[in-house]
Each structure stands twice: as C-alpha cells, then as structure tokens.
C-alpha cells in the first residue's frame, strides 16, 4: 500500500512529502523495523519511540509516523496522537481483518480465561476453527504463541487477526483488559459479542477509583456501535447479578443477553449441587432447561460456564453443542487446578490475584475441606497496594493457616509488600517467608489427611519476577517436588 493512500484514512495529519513509497509493513519498534517499513514513533511509560527514529530509518523504515517534527531523511507525517492514529491504520493496513469473522470479546475483573476457552472449546465441538487471544497465549488455529499483554497493542491484534484470517478462522475470542480499553488498542475492532464477566477490586494502581475502572470496562459496550444491522447483530452479554451491568445497560445500543443465578436473568443456573470434583446445576435457557454437570467447583465456575453459553447461544450455536462441549471441558491450567501425586490431601493452584478471587476460592474450598485449609499467598509489586491487606485479612479470615509470600515482586522489596499485607491482619495467625518455595513446602510438610493447600495468585505462570530479573517458576512443579520429597 503506498503512503499517501494510507494518509487518506487519517484527519488532521500534518506532511510535506516529496516521495510516496510503498509501505510493506507497519513497526512500532525499531529492532522489527526492515525494508520498506512505516515506523510509529509510540511515547511509552518508560521509553519514547521518537528517539528511535534514526535507528529506524537506519534499519529501513521509508517513512515516519510521529507527533513532533523530526531530522530524519525519510518522510514524516506528523498526528496529534500516533497510537490513535496506528490503531486506524493497522486496521486498514491489514484488510479489516474483524470484518470478515465473528469476533468475541471478554472484559471483567476475574474469570475471562477461563470464560474465553469455554467458549473455545464450544466453538470447536460446533467445528468452527477459532482463534483466541489472552493472558496465557495467542492461539491461532492450532498455533500458539506467546502474548506480552492480557490485550496486545492495536498493531499486533490487527496483525494477529490477519494471520487468523489467513488461516480461514471464522470465530476469534479475545480477553479485554480495563487497560487496552482505555488506552484504544481495540479501537478497529468489530466486535459481535461482548460479554461481561464481574467487577472487583483491581489495577487501582493504573484507574485510581473503581468508578474509574468500571468505566473503562464498559468502554467495550459502548463500542459495540450505534447503528442496527439485521444481518450482523451485536449483542452484549452482562451479568445480572452485578451492579455494574446497570450502568452498562445504558451504555450500550446492542441487543441485551443476560445472565445470573442469584437475579432473575435470560439464562441462569438453578439447585446448584457442588462436590470436591464437580458440579451439577439446573440450566434455564430460552430453549429450555436441561441438567449439566460440569468438571469445575466453585459458584464462580457455574458464572463462567453461563458467561459462555450465554456468548454462545448469541453467536447461533445450539443449546446440545453447547451443553456437550461444557459437560467435556476440564478446566483451564492455573484456575483451581488441582495438583494430584496421590497425597492424601488436596493441592490447589489458582490464579486469584485480587480479593474478589481470592475469597471466592476459599469460600469454595471451605464447602469441602474436611481438615484444615492452607492458604500460600503473596501480592505483585509495583501494583496497586491498596488489595494488599484485604488479601492478607481474607486469606486470614477463611483459612486455618495462612502463610503470606512473594508473588512478582518486581522493583519493590519483597519484604515491603509483606508489611503492607500484614497491615490488614493485626491480632491475627499467619506466617511469613518471602521464599515461595519455602512457603510451599512449609505446607505441604505440615498438611494431613483431608487438608487442602491453596497456592495462589500465580496460577499458570511459569516464572517469577525479582528485581530486574525473571527467574523460572512453576507453584505445580514446585508443589509436585514437595510432595514427592515429603513423600519418601
């Protein structure tokens, strides 16, 4: 695509162009730059792409994007705002990639990995090839790749919907963060489904206030556009159960699927019956009712699994797929994975990170523990401090042992985080080791017959994050080794 006929897609965009080059790839970072590329200069939280400019050009770019003049030998179109203005032309630039698949997008505090590959694994069971982009990869077809962010930038998701477009994928599922909303990576996309899973306490550290935090969510909502379609019908998918889908109602003009168990709601989960490995519950739908059971625990299990169906039923696939495919479902790694090498008492890996999560872990823990409950937990650093005590106060509050730890203390000292969560257990039990191997097998040498271990706040990552360093880091593979060498 030539420059100039890129620019038309762009408004009050400011250029003295003596050349017009073919433009063969966009970059946002100069080490991807090579022949024939259109750099965008990005001003990031800690480095700024307009002093790479050179190297760019250097490296082959023909042409800059930026919001201030540049000494370059190459053109420089110059825009008020350059990630605005990439995520309109990553859009063209890719053939509007979302325009010719069904697209649904998650957004919610807790549960949209584990909602995003239920709806996965439904889409495959009606044999629809799916792609899916979240916090644990980038799935293409049946090609994974590694994801730097929850939502990537709009360049990659243009991109990463472009290859999935290549490969003849009809549904693409996507994980929306309160972040990528607010920053405009998603601008472009065109959404058919949007599905709101909760809202809790998280990233206060980026929003300040939660009124802050709801609004970036129903961003997604209100994006799903005004005009009214017959053959392409947008649909928003809210939770009845959450205040917030109150606001989010009136944000929207899409059709309205909701959900619930506790308010009256579109589809909704009755005489839920919970055990250690399972869970049945009477499904209401509009076609009707049916009696699922489901090989995941826990009330925010049941949320997730109507989430999906509810996001299925409004993508047109019929209730017995859909009821097939969630009755086969496992699970997701790292969301109450159970860690089994024969012990005698149960081992959970869960990634709540928030005190929302957290607590809906142990309430459901507590529905089935017969002994003692463990509960391994520690708080990110350089992340919103103000859910440090209240993790620590619930880990404390529904747990016989709490043992608090380090998570990714990134920049911060570990120790300090520590303080912070002790903060909201004054008077109270716990124990304190900064070492997560440590605190892990503090409680596996000291569980018994029917206690349970929960580790949580990691879930499937596999690493660590100390200092400027990452180190790898596994909660199962180091729970396994525990169990093993207290085994013998």
């Not at 965009?13 to 080059?21: A, G, R």
Request: with cysteine.
């Amino acid at each position: 695509m030539k420059l100039n006929e890129m620019l038309t897609y762009l408004q009050n965009q400011k250029n003295d162009l003596d050349e017009n080059p073919f433009i063969h790839s966009i970059e946002m970072d100069s080490r991807d730059v090579g022949k024939g590329s259109l750099f965008i200069c990005i001003e990031g939280y800690t480095v700024d792409g307009h002093d790479y400019a050179e190297t760019a050009v250097k490296n082959g770019a023909v042409a800059i994007l930026a919001e201030k003049e540049l000494d370059v030998n190459v053109p420089v179109v110059i825009v008020k705002d350059t990630k605005r203005a990439m995520a309109r032309l990553a859009d063209i630039f890719y053939g509007q990639p979302t325009h010719h698949m069904h697209l649904i997008g998650v957004t919610g505090t807790n549960g949209k990995t584990t909602t995003t590959h239920i709806i996965e694994e439904v889409l495959n069971e009606a044999k629809k090839k799916t792609g899916l982009i979240g916090t644990m990869y980038i799935k293409i077809a049946d090609e994974l790749k590694t994801a730097k962010n929850t939502t990537p930038e709009s360049l990659t998701l243009q991109k990463t919907f472009y290859e999935m477009m290549q490969k003849d994928v009809s549904h693409a599922i996507m994980e929306v963060s309160s972040h990528a909303l607010h920053l405009g990576r998603i601008h472009g996309c065109d959404f058919n489904v949007a599905v709101f899973t909760n809202l809790s306490q998280d990233h206060l550290d980026y929003h300040e206030t939660m009124k802050d935090y709801q609004f970036a969510k129903g961003l997604l909502f209100a994006q799903l556009g005004n005009r009214f379609e017959h053959d392409k019908i947008k649909i928003a998918v809210l939770n009845e159960d959450e205040e917030a889908s109150k606001e989010y109602k009136k944000m929207t003009a899409a059709n309205i699927l909701t959900y619930g168990i506790d308010q009256q709601a579109d589809i909704m989960a009755k005489d839920i019956k919970m055990t250690s490995k399972g869970t049945q519950f009477t499904l209401t739908t509009p076609m009707g009712k049916r009696t699922v059971t489901i090989n995941m625990v826990g009330k925010f299990s049941v949320y997730n699994v109507l989430a999906a169906v509810a996001a299925c039923l409004a993508s047109s696939i019929d209730l017995e797929t859909i009821i097939k495919a969630i009755e086969s479902v496992k699970g997701v790694r790292g969301r109450f994975e159970l860690v089994d090498v024969n012990q005698e008492y149960t081992v959970i890996v869960d990634y709540a990170h928030t005190p929302d999560s957290l607590e809906n872990v142990l309430q459901t823990i507590k529905q089935f523990a017969e002994g003692h409950i463990f509960c391994i937990v520690g708080c990110g650093g350089d992340r919103d401090k103000t859910k440090r005590p209240l993790m620590a106060k619930i880990a404390s509050q529904y747990s016989d042992e709490p043992i608090f730890t380090s998570d990714n203390p990134r920049s911060e000292d570990p120790l300090m985080i520590l303080k912070d969560m002790e903060k909201g257990v004054t008077g109270l039990h716990y124990h304190v080791n900064p070492n997560r191997e440590e605190a892990i097998q503090y409680a596996v040498k000291h569980a018994k017959k029917g206690d349970v271990i929960l580790i949580a706040g990691k879930g499937h990552e596999t690493y660590q994050q100390i200092g400027d360093k990452t180190f790898d880091f596994d909660d199962r593979e180091i729970a396994i080794k525990a169990i093993r060498s207290f085994l013998k």
